[in-house]
């Protein structure tokens, strides 16, 4: 069956850096762009960046632009999320997600936070103190 399975989080202090990885398994990765979302404690759910699986185009939301690196390796089937400059309003469980309206390109409305994800992986901690 489809999995995702994030891993990488903890706590750091403000200004440093973690790495983030997202195993694909049941479903053909190289066809499917995928996404980062983060939710804080009493936050809405927010979508910060996502990666097409096309031409492996980057976006990113304006919270995390110059800061987070995205990027996939096909055949790991994983996905990354390089952070740095860590500030304590990052702190959020993360998930990648995918499926439902992500096919081949991230689409046009992947900042949304109400899209349409099929599938979804069980999340990861991310605490960053002052």
């Known amino acids: 069956q489809v999995q995702l399975v994030e891993s990488g989080g903890g706590l750091v202090q403000a200004g440093g850096s973690l790495n983030l990885s997202c195993v694909a398994s049941?479903?053909?990765?190289?066809?499917?762009?995928i996404s980062w979302i983060r939710q804080a404690p009493r936050k809405e759910r927010e979508a910060i960046s996502c990666?097409?699986?096309?031409?492996?185009?980057?976006y990113y939301a304006d919270s995390v632009k110059g800061r987070f690196t995205i990027s996939r390796d096909e055949a790991k089937k994983t996905l990354y999320l390089q952070m740095d400059s860590l500030k304590p309003e990052d702190t959020a469980v993360y998930y990648c997600?995918?499926?439902?309206?992500?096919?081949?390109?991230?689409?046009?409305?992947?900042?949304?936070?109400?899209?349409?994800?099929?599938?979804w992986g069980q999340g990861t901690q991310v605490t960053v103190s002052q």
């Open positions: 997600a995918t499926g439902g309206a992500m096919t081949y390109s991230c689409p046009d409305s992947w900042a949304d936070a109400k899209l349409n994800y099929g599938y």
């Open positions: 049941g479903f053909s990765f190289r066809f499917y762009s």
């Open positions: 990666m097409s699986s096309r031409d492996r185009r980057a």
